[in-house]
């Protein structure tokens, strides 16, 4: 097995969001009736549905289940959910198997803080190519639907920190070194200041959370969005040079440590019978950076990731319905064991 | 790999010991007198070395390293070691490699409580043979050396408990079902009543030490040698049997939590960098538990009683002089690691 690069140790996915708003109708969080809300998704749904097969969930009926684990998969948001009346969401449920290994998915929010968040999340450092296939749909959607646009402020959005291009550009890393060598603080700091904002992608980005971290352009107005992508991975490129710095620095610290650490991670994770996420997610991200100093061995660090969205407790529920939480940390082992044991050593 | 016995996987050795005096010196708590003290040494090691090749270990010489490493493998007693002066060992260095497959080691404790202490340590249930290997090298010690015999009373020992026969056969178990059914109290006062002993190995017994037991012969007077080993293996059997049921019941208690720990504790013993006595001793229980139970496939049960006493802290430093406690952590790793890779899966 070939080692992993940084970027590839580094870098779990990127995300290109569009907020898109219709015109002749008010912003979502000013509609106060339904007859509205239901017209502006039947738009929607009807334009979408001309560029790709889109399924329709409208909040208003969608089970729990599959609610949690579109959110868990970063398809819809908790605020979509909460919008319990108005909102819905289009989820291309296109080929799971991308001929080009793109595997990308594009999801419509319909009526969270804007009439329209198009968004699409791939795997890697690939902004470019994420927004070209997002704009690409996104012309064709202007075809159809008539986008409250401003020739001086360029798109309007409901809140002014999305105004003019409406483009947020994500990049989600996997960040343990910064995190153990407390440097997090000072990395944060510094990207803020050049307009970027980094948090934790669920909670604070801690041990217990995967040391998942999330970088996202500020900024919206006044900038194309050519200087926006280009702006992000920038300091996403820096960032990877910051994070390999440090694993080398806890490496040199501790060797036996890490290597410890990760190598029993990988132990307990090839032969649990039982494990709850909580426990999945701190050991997976040992292995995770195991594989990235080369302690453990993987063929491709991006299955682990794979892994980690598979054994989440809303998706492995909307597997097999029904299972208690016992049964789904019996389940999580299982197919922790049939991954690891065939993609890892 | 075929299933292990119940005998296999619950007795781990048997010891037979017999206490001697010689005639015309004092008993060891007796004697004030150093020159009387190496002379006992001297007559028992000349009358030893024309049986076996033993090395002699005078306690006021021996390295602090080596006493502890043979008081691990319970060939010396902390006793003799304390008694610095006067008491001295003879140890087997005989061949490793026991072409009979039998591993006993033979060793003689000098002026420890009694004048002679000889002691015959074997794997499994195996009082019968290893009394008969042990018996007939002390009948060839009588000839040289005269013991302290009476007619009526027969051996004449320091203490009035090993009086008589001066035979103690004890059996090393493994009793991980009966500890945590906690069937462990009514088991011992059960045997107790039966005229035997039962105590933790290494203190308690608890999981903490690798719920290790030794039963005991209480009786040495009145009695003759047959009738000790063949209630001694009457009451070791019973308790076979009945460690057999609580591993049943254990398991149907708990089965996945069972074999959870079973396997994770196997996970860990393959992959970890380093780890401390304590933690192994905890972890290879369980993976002792879990090969008993069918849960782990090994080879050869008795493999992983090797692996315990090679990484003894004592028997460690030993193969590796000047080691610190962390270096030890890693050599023991290794050894787990190269031990379980080969012979558990």
Redesign the interface.
């Known amino acids: 097995m070939k080692p992993i690069s940084n970027i590839d140790s580094t870098v779990i996915s990127s995300r290109i969001r569009l907020a898109r708003n219709l015109a002749g109708f008010p912003f979502p969080n000013r509609i106060c009736d339904l007859t509205q809300a239901l017209e502006i998704i039947r738009l929607v749904h009807g334009a979408a549905s001309g560029v790709r097969a889109f399924n329709l969930y409208y909040m208003s009926e969608i089970l729990e289940g599959v609610a949690l684990s579109l959110r868990d998969d970063h398809l819809i948001s908790a605020e979509l959910i909460a919008n319990k009346d108005y909102g819905a969401a289009l989820i291309d449920e296109g080929d799971e198997e991308d001929p080009e290994d793109f595997c990308g998915k594009v999801s419509i929010m319909i009526n969270e803080e804007d009439h329209l968040r198009e968004q699409l999340i791939v795997k890697g450092l690939n902004l470019s190519r994420a927004y070209q296939t997002l704009s690409g749909m996104d012309d064709e959607l202007s075809k159809t639907l008539r986008f409250a646009f401003d020739g001086k402020l360029g798109y309007l959005t409901a809140c002014p920190t999305n105004l003019g291009t409406g483009l947020r550009a994500s990049v989600m890393l996997f960040l343990p070194g910064l995190t153990r060598m407390k440097k997090m603080k000072s990395v944060i700091s510094e990207v803020s200041r050049l307009g970027h904002t980094v948090r934790g992608v669920y909670g604070e980005g801690s041990a217990a959370e995967g040391y998942m971290y999330q970088i996202s352009n500020e900024v919206t107005l006044g900038v194309d969005e050519e200087y926006i992508l280009s702006e992000v991975q920038k300091a996403v490129l820096e960032i990877v040079n910051l994070e390999s710095h440090a694993r080398r620095a806890l490496v040199s610290r501790d060797k ?2 890490v ?2 650490a990760c ?2 991670a ?9 494990i709850s996420f909580a426990e999945f997610i701190r050991l997976i991200s040992e292995v995770k950076l195991g594989a990235a100093v080369g302690f453990v061995k993987v063929k491709d660090i991006s299955l682990l990731d794979d892994l980690i969205a598979a054994v989440r407790p809303a998706n492995l529920s909307i597997l097999s319905d029904g299972l208690s939480e016992k049964e789904r940390d ?1 389940l999580r ?1 299982q197919k922790c064991r049939e991954t690891l044991q065939k993609s890892a050593e």
């Open positions: 036996i440590g290597k410890d190598r029993r990988l132990g307990i994770l090839t032969h649990c019978e039982r019996v082992a």
